[in-house]
């Protein structure tokens, strides 16, 4: 299994661009989660899912955009990039159910300077 | 008030030592996690639970509920341990709350 894989790993976008990350998981996970890292400060959630078809949003959804239409994938969008989402950002999956389940898995990370 | 408190924010050890690091919440969870991210940027996770005690190789985590805390210990630790340690707790759903992290550095 590749586990959760996040694409790409930096981009410098301009001010008003847009981009879409990208988030596959082969892992059959129910749930999936974007996460924004700034320096420090902890994660903060900006959507998830918990299935096909269902988002919502997060602490900080501002700004994004997402959609799950499959299982596996789970897109966060940027319409007008702003310097505050300059980040490093992280999608993730879990699996409830169990206890042994709901760890959760990361992608690598994601890059981001809006300038 | 943050609603997840990590001590200490940043810490420095010699290769060998035993460490603690410590997390505090102030609201009902389900469940805790322990992560780990590593210099790199990539995070793993650690340890997920809930009540009780969970070992690991070297690393061991406890929570006690009714205090509202945990605690994640290295014993014999070593500079491959050098790494942020993050605390998370679980609340409605799936839902987590992040901790800002420690900061571990772990010198030859």
């Known amino acids: 299994n590749a586990g959760v894989t996040q694409t790409p790993k930096f981009r410098i976008l301009k001010i008003g661009q847009s981009m879409t990350l990208q988030c596959t998981q082969d892992?059959?996970?129910?749930?999936m989660y974007w996460y924004r890292q700034d320096p420090g400060m902890g994660l903060k959630l900006i959507y998830y899912?918990?299935?096909?078809?269902?988002?919502d949003k997060g602490e900080v959804p501002n700004g994004y955009n997402v959609s799950r239409s499959t299982t596996e994938d789970f897109p966060l969008r940027l319409e007008l990039a702003a310097p505050s989402q300059t980040s490093v950002y992280f999608c993730?999956?879990?699996?409830?159910?169990?206890?042994?389940?709901?760890?959760?898995?990361f992608g690598s990370g994601t890059q981001l300077s809006v300038l | 008030k943050n609603e997840v408190e990590q001590s200490p924010q940043n810490l420095t050890a010699q290769e060998g030592e035993f460490i603690t690091i410590n997390c505090s919440y102030s609201?009902?969870?389900?469940?805790l996690h322990w992560l780990q991210q590593h210099p790199g940027g990539g995070i793993v996770s650690l340890f997920m639970?809930?009540?009780g005690k969970k070992k690991h190789g070297r690393l061991i985590a406890t929570i006690n509920i009714q205090e509202k805390h945990s605690s994640l210990h290295i014993t014999a630790s070593h500079p491959r341990d050098s790494a942020v340690y993050i605390c998370?707790?679980?609340?409605?759903?799936?839902?987590?709350?992040f901790g800002e992290g420690t900061q571990l550095t772990v010198n030859p």
């Open positions: 993730a999956s879990s699996r409830p159910g169990g206890r042994a389940n709901e760890k959760l898995f």
């Open positions: 892992m059959n996970h129910n749930y």
């Open positions: 899912s918990v299935g096909a078809g269902i988002t």
């Open positions: 609201v009902g969870i389900s469940a």
């Open positions: 639970l809930s009540s």
């Open positions: 998370a707790v679980q609340t409605s759903g799936s839902r987590l709350t």
